[in-house]
């Protein structure tokens, strides 16, 4: 592709993510997409087949675009508990965010289509969330910060429980209290006591 070609992927993805964050994911058509981009049913379908494989792409961008902010504010030296905290406040910010997000996007997404389990970008993105948890809990372990007997079950537990809050801040409604408790919970069942 050359690059007015990227730029015009580029700007249809940015304009459809706020479609979907606005709209969720059942309810946004190609329609919306061309309307909000300014440009013809055509050139859409130039770059994207259906909502479906526009969504696809987003999704997997905003993982890949999670990841670097996330990795460009840790400091090299950082302590794996401080590491650790830096994680949580970056997930809480995300659980109590209710506008500008894709949390109801991707769960609409993702019970109307049936994803392979290699395709599925959330199963991959849950899964690498796991294994590098489990990393910074081993590191937090070797230099006596964490104590924990089962890193990966740990790992893995904290992954669902961030899940878990993500849910039921869109279903249920939480408060900030409450997350700062499951936070709380989860930095307590770790720290290594002296």
Known sequence: MGEKSNQKRQLILETARKIFMEKGYKNVTMKDIVEACGISRGG????FNSTKD?????????SQETDDVFSAGIPRDAAASDILALFL???KKEILRKKNNLTV????YFFENRVAKK???LRTRFEEAVSVMEKLILDGVDNGEFYCEDPLGCA?????????LRAAAHTMGITEKTVDREL??????LVAEE
């Open 184 to 189: 709380l919970y989860i930095m307590q069942g």
């Open 105 to 108: 996007a991707t769960y609409e």
């Open 54 to 62: 526009i969504f696809t792409e987003v999704l997997r961008l905003e």
């Open 119 to 121: 395709d599925n970008v």
């Open 44 to 47: 859409l379908y130039l770059y």
């Open 156 to 164: 893995r537990n904290i992954m669902y429980v961030l899940e878990g």
């Open 89 to 91: 406040k970056e997930q």
